[in-house]
């Protein structure tokens, strides 16, 4: 008789054979078969290890593929809310982290051209004076600037290098180059600060549907604990009487797709069901921003093109 991996065998009091399983010690009936010679027979314990191994399998190559169409990207941890920063700073420092260089952070708008300080009002688009007030509140522990002039942003904050973490969610939110660059461009200066509301509520954003909830490492839609629009405005201290007005400024913070040529994307959106605006639930677009196994379940349930 041929034993199988992770079991061992006894006859019991009536003659029955028994396989015991050597790492619980439970005891189960056996059958005898007759096979061909290079047959495989799986236990159930390796029947449940094919199946876990396949769905990851599956889940790594969608991300593969979800990688491939949103591009280069950087990590921020799920848990930083940069809760010292004002919310347009926020959405600055992000912009400015896309010009990362890998493995270092230096700041480098080209391979052989570093940042400087007196580089960044051009860089941002802003004035002097608001990069004054940028410097103030960003270093020394966002940004660093070295005694050559050269500036970093901390690597401990944001990550461009590839992480150890294989197979399981990674506690951090992935922020595409090309997606930031295209919807900081196309953004007024003064709604930098909307970004930067939405920003900031990275501990609150499920890492598979980039909606807004409060059990973001949930992988199942049906368990997940929507955020509505009313608690959103508590959080970033928002007067509910001037909903509609934040809908709005939201409903035309736009930026051009990548997939039709012609159409534009909106930066987040607002589902809800009857007639009360205040349980929206807020889906933040995947070109943004996404560290989930297929970006374009979330596109669905956002509908993001703009109409």
């Not at 593929?65 to 930083?80: M, Q």
């Not at 959405?91 to 982290?97: A, E, F, G, K, S």
């Not at 973001?216 to 009487?241: H, R, T, V, W």
């Not at 159409?263 to 933040?284: H, M, N, P």
């Amino acid at each position: 008789m041929s034993e199988l991996k992770g079991y061992e065998y006894i006859v019991d009091a009536s003659g029955e054979t028994k396989a015991v399983q050597r790492s619980t010690g439970e005891i189960t009936e056996t059958v005898w078969m007759c096979v061909p010679i290079g047959s495989q027979i799986w236990t159930p314990d390796e029947i449940v290890a094919q199946t876990e191994y396949l769905k990851l399998k599956e889940q790594n190559e969608l991300r593969r593929l979800s990688n491939k169409d949103l591009g280069k990207f950087f990590f921020i941890s799920n848990d930083e809310d940069f809760k010292d920063l004002l919310p347009q700073t926020v959405t600055r420092l992000i912009y400015l982290n896309t010009y990362t260089h890998f493995g270092d952070n230096k700041l480098m708008p080209t391979e052989r051209t570093p940042i400087k300080r007196k580089d960044l009002a051009k860089i941002l688009g802003v004035s002097k004076a608001v990069i004054t007030k940028f410097w103030k509140e960003v270093s020394p522990k966002y940004i660093q600037e070295q005694d050559d002039g050269l500036i970093f942003t901390n690597t401990d904050i944001f990550i461009k290098r590839k992480l150890s973490q294989r197979g399981k969610y990674n506690p951090y939110q992935k922020f595409y180059i090309k997606g930031i660059r295209t919807l900081y461009k196309a953004t007024n200066i003064s709604n930098h600060k909307h970004l930067g509301y939405i920003f900031k509520m990275l501990p609150f954003i499920n890492l598979e549907y980039n909606v807004l909830c409060k059990n973001p490492m949930e992988k199942d839609l049906d368990k997940i604990q929507f955020l509505s629009l009313a608690e959103f405005c508590n959080i970033i201290g928002y007067n509910i009487s001037q909903l509609n007005r934040l809908l709005n400024i939201y409903k035309n913070i736009t930026f051009d797709t990548f997939d039709v040529k012609g159409k534009q994307e909106i930066f987040c959106a607002f589902a809800y069901s009857g007639l009360d605006r205040k349980t929206s639930r807020i889906f933040v677009n995947p070109h943004i921003l996404y560290n989930g196994t297929n970006y374009n379940k979330v596109k669905v349930l956002g509908a993001f093109c703009k109409e």
